[in-house]
């Protein structure tokens, strides 16, 4: 397609073989302002047409070699020249050399003898005209190519034949070209979607009917099985008379767009995770049902469940190991919803549907079609049961307990918020009550959270206000008998409600991150009364301190103890740091660089409460560890209970092997102190030899004699 130039003049070439017209259609075209190039020959003339590629051609018929017929079927076959146009200059005005020319493909013809102020007229005419034609094709091509970007095609009904147009991109989009088209509307119908097909053929029998205009989205099936979702838009036309004459519109592929819709509302409303609906899906269907549930009278349970210990499973397992099991325990809540099979009457059954994950371990469960609210507790009965069976991951066996508590609408709250936060309540009141068990809300729980805002409070000052003491409890020696170290035991002297126990605060104070400056004080405590005992001349003796997570993860902890222990002036080993399990799993490699900087410093480290965690031998060989303390829950049991009699005794056997102490914690049974000593236990603590006692008490017991707990001792 020749773009025409705005400077350069039009140019024509002129193929005849009498040098006169030649000459003569020179001067006119040169005088109208048109360029001229002359041929002589048919030959000649195609040549330079392929050459010169002239605006217009003046073709002679009558030439010798090829004649002005056989030149223009010639010209036309070339692509470059298929819409050129040609003037035919037949010497012969019969109707025979006329409809000749125009098979040829001329555009046009003029008869001699040349009027020549109308062939100026008319090659400007046939210019126009052919510009004209090349600016349609270019804009023509150009919204093809914005429709197929667009996906839109266009199509054209044309009611009196009944036919179908469709453009290239129309076809496309159906998934059928050229002789496939569908060419009426039931062929095309047929492609669509049946469950959609209903909807289009109303909205094209309005259109027929009353010359409305529509738009519409459906879906197609093509015949690939392919489905495509399509928007379309559709205009009547009509005639004087107001009948439909044709309906037009555009149809665009939205399949993509959709898809993407629906992507980015699965990321908002969904969890990723265990692909359960979040907490904002959550929120927007349980108010559905509230207001369903108030038309209807009805009651709505709303049940937080939150897991068990799940930040110590994500600390010893990894947080891998923990996605699996959030993901495990989405699916399993999942199915025990789904298999659930109520006791009473199916007209009246509560629904327990909705299942989301609130973020972190914490998921939720409404519960709809209540008559009573004690139906709810049936659910969170098959829940807890449901999840009480072992999850098998990465090649571990992973148990799970779960709390969950139950908020009943309208009865503990009528809006959402009310409901979730007092159903969350009540799960923490199941954590107090010792965790794996459900409570129902009830009001005086926001009473008992608010005591724990208090004791928060008051837990700040605690140690500017010197409330804070440390006990200590002898750990004995399994064969003298004597004091062989003590471990600092924390308390806090509150001043209205007296000595408070560790457990009732150290939870709280490592949930505000008030254990860090604790730990810290307790560090220092512990080593001030070492060295009062060094000073009052004493063997020296270990004193052991209790270090949660926060602490023992800050980077300047090893910095830390070495200054209380340079300050105190300290020989290496008289503090000991006793750590959970957890603590050294959460992060193991970081934890083994710490506890060698610590061993460095002199500072003895014992794995605390040994055997409820989740510990791998492969670490415990790489910790430098000098003791295991065997939990009090396998020595409690370990006269009456075979397997925990065996735990211990593996316990006792795995130190030795690695060549580290052993500590049996909860001694407090001579029985129990005869089978630790007989399965080779060098160290035990318990009430059988001390309870936690004040400073001052220790020292009497250094002072003293020794006192034989056993007579199987002697
Ligand atoms: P733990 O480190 O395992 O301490 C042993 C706990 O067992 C102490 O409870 C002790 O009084 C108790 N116990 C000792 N012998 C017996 C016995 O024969 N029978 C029974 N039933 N219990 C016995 P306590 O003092 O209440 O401390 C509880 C926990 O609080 C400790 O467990 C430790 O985890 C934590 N804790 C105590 N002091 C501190 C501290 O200074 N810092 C930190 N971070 N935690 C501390
Ligand atoms: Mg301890
Ligand atoms: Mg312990």
Not at 374 to 379: L, P, Q
């Amino acid at each position: 397609m020749k773009r025409p130039s705005e400077a350069a003049p039009p140019l024509a070439l002129v193929v005849d073989d009498d040098f006169t017209v030649r000459l003569l259609v020179r001067q006119t075209l040169e005088n109208a302002g048109i360029a001229v190039a002359e041929a002589d020959d048919g030959s000649r003339g195609l040549h330079d047409l392929v050459r010169l590629d002239p605006d217009i051609v003046l073709l002679d018929v009558m030439m010798p070699g090829k004649n002005g017929f056989e030149v223009c079927a010639e010209a036309r076959a070339l692509a470059a020249h298929s819409r050129t146009p040609i003037l035919m200059m037949t010497g012969l005005d019969d109707t025979e050399s006329v409809n000749h020319a125009y098979e040829a493909g001329a555009t046009d013809f003029i008869t001699k003898p040349i009027t020549w102020p109308i062939l100026a007229h008319r090659c400007r005419y046939m210019l126009r005209a052919s510009q004209a034609l090349d600016r349609l094709a270019r804009s023509e091509a150009r919204l093809a190519d914005a429709q197929r970007l667009a996906r839109l095609g266009h199509w054209d009904w044309d009611l009196s034949t009944h036919e179908i147009y469709r453009s290239p991109e129309a076809l496309r989009i159906l998934g059928c070209s050229g002789a496939l088209a569908p060419m009426d509307y039931a062929a095309f119908a047929a492609l669509v979607h049946p469950s959609d097909r209903g909807e289009l053929d109303a909205a094209v029998r309005r259109a027929l009917d009353e010359a409305q205009p529509y738009s519409l989205e459906y879906r197609i099936v093509r015949a690939d099985g392919a489905e495509r979702v399509l928007h379309e838009q559709a205009v009547v036309e009509c005639d004087r008379t107001q009948r439909p004459m044709r309906i037009h519109g555009t149809t665009q592929d939205i399949t993509e767009r959709r898809q993407a819709e629906q992507r980015i509302r699965r990321l908002a409303l969904y969890d990723t995770l265990t692909e359960l609906p979040n907490r904002q899906f959550f929120k927007e269907q349980l108010g559905h049902s509230l207001a369903h549930a108030k038309r209807l009278e009805q009651k709505v349970g709303v049940l937080v469940l939150d897991l068990d210990r799940f930040k110590r499973i994500n600390e010893t397992l990894g947080h891998n190991i923990g996605d699996q099991l959030l993901a495990a325990v989405g699916a399993r809540l999942t199915q025990s919803l789904r298999s659930a099979d109520y006791v009473t009457r199916a007209d009246t059954a509560p629904v327990a549907g909705n299942l989301a994950r609130l973020g972190g371990d914490e998921f939720t469960i409404q519960v709809t079609g209540l008559a009573q609210a004690a139906d709810v507790a049936k659910v969170a009965r098959r829940i807890l049961r449901a999840l009480s069976h072992p999850f098998h991951l990465g090649g571990q066996e992973v148990v799970v307990t779960a709390s969950a508590g139950i908020a009943v609408y309208p009865d503990d709250g009528d809006d959402v918020d009310a409901l979730l936060q007092n159903a969350d309540s009540a799960m923490y009141h199941a954590k107090d009550q010792g965790k794996d068990n459900y409570q129902f809300f009830s009001p005086s729980m926001n009473v008992s959270s608010l005591a724990k805002l208090t004791l928060e409070n008051q837990l700040r000052k605690a140690i500017e206000r010197d409330e804070l003491v440390l006990h200590y409890q002898p750990k004995v020696d399994a064969i003298s008998w004597r004091i062989a170290g003590v471990e600092a035991l924390i308390r806090w002297r509150h001043p209205e409600r007296g000595m408070i126990a560790p457990m009732e605060f150290i939870p709280l104070a490592e949930e505000t991150g008030l254990i860090v400056p604790i730990g810290d004080w307790v560090l220092g405590e512990a080593a001030r009364q070492a060295a009062i005992w060094r000073a009052a001349g004493f063997a020296p003796i270990s004193i052991a301190v209790n270090m949660a997570s926060p602490s023992f993860a800050q980077p300047d902890f090893v910095a830390k103890v070495a200054a209380v222990l340079a300050q105190a002036n300290l020989e290496p080993g008289a503090i000991e740091i006793e750590l959970t399990e957890s603590v050294l799993m959460h992060d193991a490699e970081a934890a083994r660089e710490t506890l060698r900087a610590l061993k460095r410093h002199g500072v003895a480290l014992s794995i605390d409460d040994f055997g409820t965690g989740y510990s791998s031998l492969a670490y415990l060989k790489r910790f430098p560890i000098d003791t295991l303390k065997i939990d009090r829950s396998f020595v409690r049991d370990v006269i009456r209970n075979a397997e925990d009699a065996s735990i211990t005794r593996a316990i006792i056997a795995l130190g030795k092997s690695l060549g580290l102490a052993v500590v049996a914690e909860g001694v407090e049974t001579e029985a129990q102190a005869a089978f630790l000593r007989e399965s080779g236990c060098t160290l035990m603590q318990g009430y059988l030899f001390s309870r936690p006692v004040c400073a001052d008490d220790i020292t009497a017991m250094l002072r003293g004699p020794v006192q034989l707990p056993l007579d199987a001792a002697a």
